[in-house]
């Protein structure tokens, strides 16, 4: 993408998203005061592992591939995000740092949301910021959700008699839900 985008094409892709969709174009027009465009090269990091969760982000074109970093060394691959995406919503939550490396592969466009200017949208009482934190507890529920589910199913498995077993899925069911924070 090399044309710069226009508040219109960045509210209707907005409203497109999920996390946004609960938001009305004039909610949109407020959000998007604090939003930074930032475009990536190919293997540009989003963010690192243990880095300070101070944004958060929407793709809005190209793919991000999501690793882990393993104690042997190397990084694993666990997830590939699409446009419409949205990463690292925990850290608006909570402060936390990064649990999972995010980078661009190829050249990809993201939303960036500054965790401190999205809390002062917050204290100033805003209803679309106020919108947007009630969508990420509702998405966090639905990972909560699908994780005990998960989780669940792993323990029922009569097959995972070895402790290696158990472990290999434990460690894949965990992997899975890192990639928002």
Not at 18 to 46: H, N
């Amino acid at each position: 993408m090399d044309h710069p985008l226009t508040l219109e094409e960045v509210i209707s892709f907005l409203l497109q998203t999920p996390l946004f969709e609960d938001l009305d174009p004039g909610e949109l027009a407020e959000i998007v005061q604090i939003m930074q465009v930032q475009r990536l090269r190919d293997a540009q990091p989003i963010f690192r592992e243990n880095d300070e969760g101070d944004s958060w982000y929407v793709i809005f074109d190209g793919t991000c591939v999501v690793t882990k970093n393993l104690a042997a060394g190397g990084d694993r691959v666990i997830a590939l995000l699409e446009p419409r995406t949205c990463v690292g919503e925990m850290a608006v939550l909570d402060g936390s740092n990064r649990s999972a490396n995010v980078i661009a592969r190829g050249e990809t466009t993201v939303f960036r949301f500054q965790r401190e200017l999205f809390e002062d949208l917050l204290e100033t009482g805003s209803l679309a910021a106020y919108k947007l934190v009630l969508a990420m507890a509702r998405v966090l529920c639905q990972r909560q959700r699908s994780l005990t589910a998960q989780l669940s199913e792993v323990r029922a498995e009569p097959h995972l008699n070895e402790a290696d077993d158990f472990t290999r899925k434990m460690r894949d069911i965990v992997d899975t839900y890192t990639v928002s924070e």
